[in-house]
């Protein structure tokens, strides 16, 4: 099954989730315009600066794209800045675009010079799936609540860190930036589940 994946890329660290994915052996795309979200199976938004990205988004009227790409069940997974905007709220700033039913607090564990790497035990399928994922946190957010329905699929300590409900996947933390590559792959199966059952 051919799948292609888009990663946008109007502002942040697309380069870097670009990179990982050619090494996962998938066609790429960078999403700049609206129009290039009805030729791909799925969408990463990466980290960078949440608050410009999504005056970029609005700039180039990428809203109602984006509601419609989602309602079609097509998979998305933020990073970081990516799932701030996912987010269902975003604490003492309102609502996310609200694809996932959380609620986050941007640069809970403080400034660029706070920034950190830890080994995390994630939980892709219910399995261990071997060694510890190396984790980079970088003026990373927090998940403060989660849904019902949402899986937690990573924890840091005892901070939820990595989610997902239904067709979106989100971290607080940067797996682009490592050379594992069992995230990327485990977005990319579900594309593939979700593309096999439509």
């Given at each position: ?119 995390l ?15 980079i ?6 998940i ?16 939820i860190v ?28 579900m ?8």
């Amino acid at each position: 099954m051919s799948i292609k994946i888009g990663v946008l890329s109007l502002q942040g660290a697309f380069k870097e989730h670009i990179k990982r994915l050619k090494e996962c052996g998938v066609s790429v795309e960078e999403v700049k315009f609206t129009e290039q979200l009805k030729d791909i199976d799925g969408l990463i938004i990466p980290g960078g600066e949440s608050s410009t990205i999504n005056k970029l988004l609005g700039k180039y009227k990428f809203k109602e794209s984006l509601d419609k790409f989602y309602n079609d069940k097509k998979p998305i997974f933020g990073t970081c800045a990516g799932l701030i905007l996912l987010a269902k709220n975003i604490k003492g700033e309102g609502r996310g675009l609200g694809y996932i039913d959380i609620d986050v607090q941007r640069n809970a564990y403080g400034r660029q010079i706070e920034s950190f790497e830890e080994l995390l035990d994630i939980h892709l399928d219910n399995n261990r799936n071997g060694g510890k994922f190396k984790s980079i946190f970088i003026r990373a957010p927090k998940i403060l609540n989660v849904g019902e329905r949402v899986r937690i699929l990573g924890k840091f300590k005892e901070d939820i860190v990595l989610v997902r409900d239904n067709n979106v996947m989100a971290s607080t933390f940067h797996p682009e930036l490592t050379g594992d590559l069992r995230i990327h792959k485990y977005f990319i199966n579900m594309i593939k589940n979700i593309k096999g059952d439509s």
